[in-house]
């Protein structure tokens, strides 16, 4: 089972900064098939990005991903208001278990 | 418009048992794999249970692997997981979730569906 490890477990920052959040993966994850997904209080997760880099449909370009192997992250260029939630990665490789991360708070300074 | 919606929670005892569904529209159901995912209070996501297209693959979580079934009825286009011997760490918000189409990430959530386990 691949394990993720997402840092750090709270970032505080102000609107219009960057956010930089990273996914570590245990072991390679197959063919970069490493999702970030967005969260906000009482409501089902987002698909923000797909295959470590490709931003989902309607998900504005301030979104980025990069990385390969075991080795992710997730950048958001320039805080919005609405950007302050909890972030998740996953892995959806070739088969189960197609695990989560634990999660990072994004909260406003 | 996709839509997947759930139902099914509730407040169940320990030991007990309960049938969560997932009512999709909006697309060729049997075309999809099909996942359910779960969130226990103020916790992180878990994937709980996948199932092909045409219920030849299923898998489970190892956490819930003899207790919870998976199943899908394509004519009704309807997603099922039954949960058995239910335990109080099973407590959790259960979501069912599609692929995005374009990916096999998944794109389309439902709201969920909260399951309660307490004496």
């Known amino acids: 089972e691949i394990v993720l490890t997402q840092s750090p477990g709270t970032l505080s920052l102000s609107p219009g900064e960057r956010a930089t959040l990273s996914c570590r993966a245990s072991q390679s994850v197959s063919n970069n098939y490493l999702a970030w997904y967005q969260q906000k209080p009482g409501q089902a997760p987002r698909l923000l990005i797909y295959g470590a880099s490709s931003r989902a449909t309607g998900i504005p370009d301030r979104f980025s991903g990069s990385g390969s192997g075991t080795d992710f992250t997730l950048s958001i260029s320039r805080l919005e208001p609405e950007d302050f939630a909890v972030y998740y990665c996953q892995q959806y490789g070739s088969s189960p278990p197609y695990t989560f991360g634990q999660g990072t708070k994004l909260e406003i300074k | 418009e996709v839509q997947l919606v759930e139902s099914g929670g509730g407040l169940v005892k320990p030991g007990g048992s309960l049938r969560l569904s997932c009512a999709a529209s909006g697309f060729t159901f049997s075309s999809y794999t099909m996942n359910w995912v779960r969130q226990a209070p103020g916790k992180g996501l878990e994937w709980v249970s996948s199932i092909s297209s045409g219920s030849s693959y299923i898998y489970y979580a190892d956490s819930v692997k003899g207790r919870l079934t998976i199943s899908r009825d394509n004519a009704k286009n309807s997603l099922y997981l039954q949960i058995n011997s239910l335990r109080v760490e099973d407590t959790a918000v259960y979501y069912c979730?599609?692929?995005?189409?374009?990916?096999?990430?998944?794109?389309?959530w439902g709201q969920g569906t909260l399951v309660t386990v307490s004496s």
């Open positions: 979730a599609r692929e995005s189409g374009y990916s096999s990430s998944w794109g389309y």
